[in-house]
Nanobody, 123 residues
Framework: QVQLVESGGGLVQAGGSLRLSCTPS????????MGWYRQAPGKKRELVAS???????TYADSVKGRFTFSRDNAKNTFYLQMNSLKPEDTAVYYC?????????????????WGQGTQVTVSS
């Protein structure tokens, strides 16, 4: 099982930016299906952005144009760059990887998850 370590959360004012990082225990070269999720208090967990073999890069409508999901193979890390942050972006953010595109999209909880990092956007 891949271990994922996240970092980069914090407190930021509305309109500001943060960059989240997710580093797997193994080589990132073996990872083709990954995603960033978030869960706000009292709300269901939602998929924010994904990179998968079958669908490429996707974003939730609520973050399109503001968030960018990328990977740096040299640093063995993938990132979620979050710009123009809004108070409604406040949540705990998690990264996830899955062994296959099928598993990623069919079984929303399967695979490996990071420990979560808190993002708080003040108005």
């Amino acid at each position: 099982q891949v271990q994922l370590v996240e970092s980069g959360g914090g407190l930021v004012q509305a309109g500001g930016s943060l960059r989240l990082s997710c580093t797997p225990s193994g080589s990132i070269f073996s990872i083709d299906n990954m995603g960033w999720y978030r869960q706000a208090p009292g709300k269901k967990r939602e998929l924010v952005a994904s990179i998968t073999r079958g669908r490429g890069t996707t974003y939730a409508d609520s973050v399109k144009g503001r968030f960018t999901f990328s990977r740096d193979n040299a640093k063995n890390t993938f990132y979620l760059q979050m710009n123009s942050l809004k108070p409604e972006d406040t949540a705990v953010y998690y990264c996830r990887v899955a062994d296959s595109d099928y598993v990623f999209w069919t079984y929303g909880s399967s695979g490996s998850w990071g420990q979560g990092t808190q993002v708080t956007v003040s108005s």
